[in-house]
């Protein structure tokens, strides 16, 4: 499992000429490091007298960013996966009719897939994204650096997953399928630069 690598293996695997693990696990793993860094920031505020006013919200949001870190860790070797799925449907046999429409749906199940799952990455990201907004506002000042650039990751995860997304749409010829993708991509990154720019103003507000 990728997510199981030391890091100087898992960058050894990434930079290699095979194109998995790509962009899709590096945003999985890049949002990972974001709600890690999350976590470590209610970590350093619960207990904390000083904020003890927000105890109760800084706990809900450490619960709600394991569950994000829980999933981003499991994207890391499916984004993988899912481009494995799609190696595997293109090296069929095409001989015949019958070879090539089973090659074909199999194509198009396999990049159906490979789209699907790096949207569920960039959900997970957003959800990374606001947490760190919230944490940059109530969360130990101690540590509003850390708070800014986990959310920066999550956001820079979400591009990157969005641009996965996309290049599997690209190959998908269900029109509906494309245009539900693409108007969940519109959402996922309107909301998204709404946070960050929220993110930007409290970072210039607690780090002048």
């Known amino acids: 499992m990728l997510i199981d690598l030391p890091v100087h293996e898992f960058i050894q695997d990434m930079k290699s000429d095979s194109p998995a693990p790509g962009g899709g696990s590096a945003s999985a793993l890049a949002g990972a490091l974001s709600a890690a860094l999350g976590i470590m920031v209610t970590n350093l505020t619960t207990g904390n007298t000083q904020y003890a006013g927000v105890e109760k919200r800084i706990r809900e949001l450490r619960t709600e960013l394991e569950s994000v870190l829980k999933d981003l860790e499991r994207y890391v070797d499916e984004d ?17 009719d019958e070879e090539k429409a089973i090659r074909r749906d199999r194509i198009q199940s396999s990049m159906k897939t490979a789209a699907e799952l790096p949207l569920l990455v960039a959900g997970s990201c957003l959800r990374a994204l606001t947490a760190a907004v919230e944490l ?20 820079a995860a979400l591009w990157g997953a969005v641009y996965n997304v996309r290049i599997n749409l690209g190959s998908i010829k269900d029109a509906e399928f494309n245009r539900d993708k693409r108007a969940q991509i519109t959402a996922l990154l309107k909301k998204g630069e709404e946070l960050t720019l929220e993110l930007s103003r409290l970072a210039d507000e607690k780090m002048p």
């Open 80 to 96: 993988t996966f899912a481009f494995n799925d799609v190696m595997a449907a293109y090296k069929l046999p095409k001989e015949g």
């Open 136 to 155: 940059l506002r109530i969360g130990n000042s101690n540590a509003a650096s850390d708070a800014a650039v986990s959310g920066r990751l999550a956001y």
